[in-house]
């Protein structure tokens, strides 16, 4: 059973635009979103979490936004670069599990020059 | 400060065998998950370790099982090897003790295929 959902699969956007990558989740006991980037054959990298008390979080050119009522949260890159092209997982946890990360299935995501 | 780092980069084995992956944690801490990624998918949760001691564990049989070490390092161990078993695994460590004890730090992974 997934516990988060993740759309869309896949994104092909231009260099400069702002590729919006979603996600939704059901167990409200959940209380830490973190956002993964992954590169082919390397391991996830940690780019920004978010904890449902703000609703909205930015560090660089990466953008969350948290609706805790809708139980959806969302990744936006701001002027996205062509290195930015790799896949890109969003993530929920809670204390009770010892935030073992439940992921969605990921995002391919191309930025063309 | 070290990262996590694991070993070996990538493994052939055929169906029926064991496999031992090893993990050593980054530098202070002292929680180990470990995910199992197919090829297209997300990481899904094996199981966590925590002061030596299992800490949960995720929709996966008994055949996978694992170690942690007073080091913290960690082992995963495949026993009765499938070929569904083929994927990348992936070790993740975290700092329990502290204010950011969510957040999970990934190492490289291990590419297992089963033949």
């Known amino acids: 059973q997934q516990q988060v959902k993740q759309s869309p699969q896949s994104l092909i956007v231009q260099k400069g635009g702002i590729p919006i990558i979603n996600c939704a989740y059901e167990?409200?006991?959940?209380?830490?979103f973190p956002w993964y980037q992954q590169f082919p054959g390397k391991g996830p990298a940690l780019l920004i979490a978010?904890?449902?008390?703000?609703s909205e979080k930015k560090e660089g050119r990466f953008t969350i936004s948290f609706n805790k009522s809708a139980k959806q949260f969302s990744l936006h890159i701001m002027d996205s670069q062509p290195g930015d092209s790799a896949t890109y997982f969003c993530?929920?946890?809670?204390?009770?599990?010892?935030?073992?990360?439940?992921f969605g299935k990921g995002t391919s995501l191309l930025v063309t020059p | 400060e070290t990262g996590v780092t694991q070993s070996p980069t990538h493994l052939i084995k055929t169906r029926g065998q064991q496999v031992t992956l090893r993990c050593s944690s980054q530098s202070g801490h002292n929680t180990v998950s470990w995910y199992q990624q197919a090829l297209g998918q997300g990481p899904q949760f094996i199981f966590q370790y925590y002061r030596e001691e299992e800490n949960g564990r995720g929709n996966f049989p008994p055949r996978f099982s694992g170690l942690q070490f007073p080091n913290y390092s960690s082992e995963l161990n495949v026993n009765a090897l499938e070929l569904d078993d083929s994927a990348l695994y992936l070790c993740?460590?975290?700092?329990?003790?502290?204010?950011?004890?969510?957040?999970?730090?990934f190492g490289p992974g291990t590419r297992l295929l089963v033949l």
């Open positions: 993530a929920a946890s809670d204390s009770n599990s010892g935030y073992a990360l439940n």
């Open positions: 978010i904890r449902p008390d703000v």
């Open positions: 167990n409200t006991a959940f209380d830490y």
């Open positions: 993740a460590s975290s700092a329990s003790s502290t204010q950011n004890g969510e957040t999970q730090y």
